[in-house]
């Protein structure tokens, strides 16, 4: 069911103000974004534009905001290098179409397998990121157009700006929620460096910076139809199937890994294969009307949430603002000071930052401190998507290490004079030798019967175990029988053959991760 907003005047007010101060915090982003990607700064904001607007209506979680990211942005920089603008609206449509793909097949539940330790790391990596982005701009170019850290006045005066922007974020809530604190502080700081005349560089100060043109403006009309300018042929395909499948991954990974963040701070739950969807939809359209794509932004999103948005509507009005600045009033939105936007960002940075994470230290097995520290910082010298599977295999790889150990076996002599090995703890790749250390074919009896009841068979490296112990005790002359095992099992092992009893009523019943399953 499709809901734009809560019950109440007071929703619409929040998610319609809260989309303002998000829209006001895009407009830097998004071309920065562009810069780094290498596009004309409009088409980072046309991107923001239609992903912020089509994810609002068409994905799966109300209140988080999507636009053109820094995360996709670095993988764009070699394709429109090499082959130009054309290509990356190419390969961004193609990456919605994967991932339209990945909603259908519902892969969105994938983003469960990520271990807490994980989120943790990518939170506390993407803050660090946050925060280290906003430092450029305490940095101006020189006489030779290099960049240098500001001192003196202008470096007072921006971190004076900076700390009265934070200021009011913090201490106004405590006398009213009626304007989102932001929105209040960014008017605030504009009015007063405009009515003081203060010298401090502006969001048209920033794009004069990073395009070289002290004229650049972010004006512009709407998004218009435009079909890339390519050969469609297996060629091309080539070319950009490798970025799109890249394009495609990132933009999943991070869309899905706030929205699970968001999840935790409203208390609600999204739709993460809508979401795939969702983002998929946006990218399509992006790639028809000259957008350079993007997803999820855990910044903005952040700001919104703690804005007081939390309908569809927010994230549809910060769109339609975004929209408004760039047809009608860009002039004014060029005026506001760096520094407002910079300490708006800044309390996302404190509030994104997990510090009760200095408090697990110690208190938490070293494996799971190890695995978040190495996804932050993966996260901040390399790339968020790169971050999360790393974090993923080393968990799981440490998972496996401390499960290998914990197969084990208890004998004993029934009534007939057979040994009975009754085996308790997960069968699979990492236990696999340990299982076939258990027993001894040539010291054991004639018969022997090996009780599968208290274990579990998860994948085919535990069915290659059992085939090859059946074989040994084969070889051996000895008589096998293996007990409780699932049907699927029996089904599978080559060698026990006839030595497999079945019990209908008694044997378990589950699935096992074999390829050789139709």
Not at 151 to 173: Q, Y
Not at 315 to 333: K, M, V
Request: charged letters at 15%; glycine letters at 10%; a negative charge.
């Amino acid at each position: 069911m499709f809901e734009l907003t809560c019950p109440g005047k007071a929703c619409v007010r929040n998610d319609i103000l809260s989309g303002l101060t998000v829209a006001l915090a895009l407009v830097p982003e998004a071309v920065a974004f562009a810069f780094v990607a290498g596009v004309e700064p409009l088409v980072g904001l046309y991107a923001a534009f239609m992903m912020g607007i089509i994810t609002a209506v068409v994905g799966g979680r109300p209140g988080m905001i999507s636009g053109a990211t820094g995360a996709m942005a670095v993988v764009m920089v070699a394709l429109v290098a090499e082959h130009g603008v054309e290509y990356l609206f190419a390969a961004v449509l193609l990456a919605g179409l994967l991932q339209i793909l990945a909603g259908v097949l519902r892969l969105g539940k994938f983003i469960r397998i990520v271990p807490y330790p994980v989120m943790l790391g990518f939170v506390n990596g993407l803050a660090i990121v946050i925060f280290l982005a906003q430092l450029q701009h305490f940095q101006v170019p020189d006489a030779s157009g290099q960049n240098q850290w500001m001192s003196g006045t202008p470096l007072w005066i921006m971190l004076g700006l900076v700390a009265l922007t934070m200021a009011i974020i913090h201490f106004l809530p405590r006398f009213t929620t009626a304007v989102p604190a932001s929105l209040a502080a960014i008017v605030t700081v504009t009015l007063l460096v405009l009515g003081l005349d203060l010298d401090t560089r502006t969001v048209q100060g920033v794009l004069a910076d990073m395009s070289g043109n002290p004229d650049a403006s972010i004006a512009g009309g709407l998004p218009a139809f435009h079909l890339p300018q390519i050969s469609w042929d297996l060629e091309t395909l080539k070319i950009i199937f490798p970025y799109s499948l890249i394009l495609a991954g990132v933009g999943l990974i991070e869309s899905l890994l706030t929205l699970t963040l968001i999840d935790e701070l409203t208390e609600t739950r999204g739709r993460g294969n809508r979401e795939c969807i969702g983002q998929g939809v946006g990218n399509t359209v992006n790639g028809l009307f000259g957008g350079m794509g993007g997803c999820a932004m855990i910044g903005q999103s952040l700001i919104n949430i703690n804005s007081g948005g939390r309908g569809r509507l927010s994230g549809i009005a910060a769109a339609l603002f975004l929209l408004a600045f760039i047809l009608f009033a860009s002039g004014l939105i060029e005026q506001i000071p760096i520094a407002a936007l910079v300490g708006v960002m800044f309390i996302v940075v404190i509030g994104t930052f997990e510090w009760a994470s200095f408090r697990l230290l110690g208190r938490i097995p070293l494996a799971d401190t190890f695995v978040g520290i190495l996804v932050a910082a993966v996260t901040v010298y390399a790339d968020l998507a790169i971050a999360v599977i790393v974090g993923v295999i080393v968990s799981a790889l440490v998972f496996s290490w401390k499960h290998a150990r914990h197969i084990a076996a208890e004998s004993f002599i029934d009534g007939k004079g057979a040994k009975v090995y009754r085996l308790h703890g997960p069968l699979f790749f990492g236990s696999a030798k340990n299982f076939g250390d258990l027993f001894d074919p040539r010291e054991d009896p004639d018969e022997v019967i090996i009780d599968f009841a208290d274990a579990r068979v998860v994948d085919h490296s535990g069915l290659e175990a059992i085939d090859s112990l059946a074989e040994r005790y084969l070889r051996a002359g000895k008589e096998l029988h293996l007990r409780h095992l699932s049907p699927e099992c029996r089904d599978l092992l080559d060698k026990a053959g006839s030595l497999v009893e079945v019990n209908r009523e008694e044997d378990p019943r589950y699935h096992v991760a074999d390829d050789r399953l139709a």
